[in-house]
């Protein structure tokens, strides 16, 4: 019962047919499997476009650039999350503004973001942590009351006319609240389709946006198109048509496209996602029942207004700190069980800690760190894992 794994992608021959069809076609790169994909994840969203690139850390950077944010911004996000949600904002030279997330809860501070808002503010990154949405009805609710301190400083963020809500929905793809799906709350979410995520391509990510903004979709597609390959005015697929060679570069752009390769990957994953989702969701089940009696605080993936995507099976062990925590993980490793920990507040991070962040002032980050365990949960755990993994942790849970 050793060396169970902790988020191994679930890959079967279908996926493996499906990119040895693509390399046999010659055409490896951003193609039409690509533009299917997308195609696909639209649909499978609800909106009319999406574009897909190499990751969701890329995806968050450009849809920064394409707003026009940079130095002497401010953009507003949780102390609670993986660097990718901050680094992008310091990567185009705005300033990472953060908010401690509400007492007992894995989400950011609600009652504390109108507090962090300046006139500088252009966008805010809530983060759907674990799968779970957040609540976008309050961070609209605070977006709207103070509306009248944002200043627009070019045409894009004047259409929208107040601070644009950028979800970090890494975890999310398929979950849903309120009756709308992961895609269609948010004026932009990101996606991402690494290889631990529930739908992989290997390395990859998404961007949906919504469609009632007054945003122009080919318009925005074609900046993503640009700014994701160069600047380069055609993409390889159509340079490739014959006397259609010529290009031009609009303006110095980056390199972050999917290939079809990838898309290949992604295709098929996308055809079986459900049936994915519904394992998941049927593992957490079995973890909840044999966890509810313990002194243990579980993520709630699912509710009468909301559907998780189930990605992490969060808990919190209640009493214990760093050290007693770090030891049950030690414990669990021991009996062939891997855990995790999501998230070490960015603030105890060096390179945050850098920026002048402290620990001390986000203590709730904290207190939701210092006792949190994170099981395995993947669509390749039997039940007879599932069922190893209660009775271990039970029984070390029940030690400390």
Same mark, same amino acid.
């Given at each position: 019962?050793?060396?169970?794994?902790?988020?191994?992608?679930?890959?079967?021959?279908?996926?493996?047919?499906?990119?040895?069809?693509?390399?046999?076609?010659?055409?490896?790169?951003?193609?039409?499997?690509?533009?299917?994909?997308?195609d696909?994840?639209?649909?499978?969203?609800?909106?009319?476009?999406?574009?897909?690139?190499?990751s969701?850390?890329?995806?968050?950077?450009?849809?920064?650039?394409?707003?026009?944010?940079?130095?002497?911004?401010?953009?507003?996000?949780?102390?609670?999350t993986?660097?990718?949600?901050?680094?992008?904002?310091?990567?185009?030279?705005?300033?990472?503004?953060?908010?401690?997330?509400?007492?007992?809860?894995?989400?950011?501070?609600y009652?504390?973001?109108?507090?962090?808002?300046t006139?500088?503010?252009?966008?805010?990154?809530?983060?759907?942590?674990?799968?779970?949405?957040c609540?976008?009805?309050?961070?609209y609710?605070?977006?709207?009351?103070?509306?009248?301190?944002?200043?627009?400083?070019?045409?894009i963020?004047?259409?929208?006319?107040?601070?644009?809500?950028?979800?970090?929905?890494?975890?999310?793809f398929?979950?849903?609240?309120?009756?709308?799906?992961?895609?269609?709350?948010?004026?932009?979410t990101?996606?991402?389709?690494?290889?631990?995520?529930?739908?992989?391509?290997?390395?990859?990510?998404?961007?949906?946006? =919504?469609? *009632?903004? +007054?945003l122009? &979709?080919?318009?925005?597609?074609?900046?993503?198109?640009?700014?994701? !390959?160069?600047?380069? $005015?055609?993409?390889?697929?159509?340079?490739?048509?014959?006397?259609?060679?010529?290009?031009?570069?609009?303006?110095?752009?980056?390199k972050?496209?999917?290939?079809?390769?990838?898309?290949?990957?992604g295709?098929?994953q996308?055809?079986?996602?459900?049936?994915?989702?519904?394992?998941r969701?049927?593992i957490?089940k =079995?973890? *909840?029942? +044999?966890?509810? &009696?313990?002194?243990?605080?579980?993520?709630?993936?699912?509710?009468? !207004?909301?559907?998780? $995507?189930g990605?992490?099976?969060?808990?919190?062990?209640?009493?214990?700190?760093?050290?007693?925590?770090?030891?049950?993980?030690?414990?669990?490793?021991?009996e062939g069980?891997?855990?995790?920990?999501?998230?070490?507040?960015?603030?105890?991070?060096?390179?945050?800690?850098?920026?002048?962040?402290d620990?001390?002032?986000?203590?709730?980050?904290?207190?939701?760190?210092?006792?949190?365990?994170?099981?395995?949960?993947?669509?390749? !755990?039997?039940?007879?894992?599932i069922?190893?993994?209660?009775?271990?942790?039970?029984r070390?849970?029940?030690?400390?």
């Open positions: 019962m050793k060396n169970i794994t902790f988020s191994p992608p679930d890959i079967t021959e279908r996926e493996i047919e499906e990119v040895v069809k693509t390399m046999k076609t010659g055409w490896i790169t951003t193609g039409p499997k690509t533009k299917k994909f997308e696909e994840i639209a649909k499978f969203v609800g909106v009319k476009k999406a574009v897909c690139l190499n969701a850390t890329a995806a968050m950077e450009l849809i920064l650039r394409i707003l026009g944010v940079g130095p002497g911004d401010e953009v507003i996000t949780t102390a609670y993986y660097t990718a949600t901050a680094s992008v904002i310091n990567h185009v030279g705005a300033k990472i503004v953060l908010v401690d997330t509400a007492p007992n809860s894995y989400e950011m501070d009652s504390m973001l109108e507090k962090v808002i006139p500088n503010t252009k966008v805010i990154i809530p983060v759907d942590i674990a799968g779970k949405m609540d976008y009805d309050r961070i609710d605070v977006v709207e009351k103070v509306k009248m301190k944002y200043k627009p400083s070019n045409d963020q004047s259409l929208f006319g107040r601070i644009v809500v950028l979800a970090d929905s890494a975890h999310a398929g979950a849903v609240r309120n009756g709308k799906n992961c895609g269609q709350v948010a004026d932009f990101v996606f991402s389709f690494h290889a631990v995520k529930n739908l992989t391509t290997s390395e990859g990510g998404g961007i949906v946006w =919504r469609n *009632d903004n +007054g122009d &979709d080919k318009w925005m597609y074609n900046e993503l198109m640009l700014y994701s !390959l160069h600047g380069q $005015s055609k993409d390889a697929l159509s340079k490739s048509r014959i006397g259609a060679w010529e290009y031009d570069i609009i303006y110095p752009g980056f972050c496209n999917m290939t079809d390769i990838n898309a290949s990957i295709l098929i996308l055809e079986r996602y459900e049936e994915l989702l519904s394992r969701k049927e957490i =079995r973890f *909840d029942y +044999g966890l509810k &009696d313990l002194d243990v605080e579980l993520i709630e993936h699912y509710g009468e !207004l909301y559907s998780s $995507s990605h992490l099976y969060l808990t919190r062990i209640k009493g214990i700190g760093e050290k007693q925590r770090n030891n049950i993980i030690n414990k669990l490793a021991a069980i891997p855990c995790n920990v999501h998230y070490k507040p960015l603030p105890m991070l060096t390179a945050y800690k850098r920026m002048g962040m620990i001390k002032n986000y203590q709730n980050a904290y207190k939701q760190y210092e006792n949190e365990i994170t099981l395995p949960l993947h669509t390749q !755990l039997s039940d007879e894992q069922e190893y993994i209660i009775s271990k942790f039970r070390y849970v029940a030690n400390e």
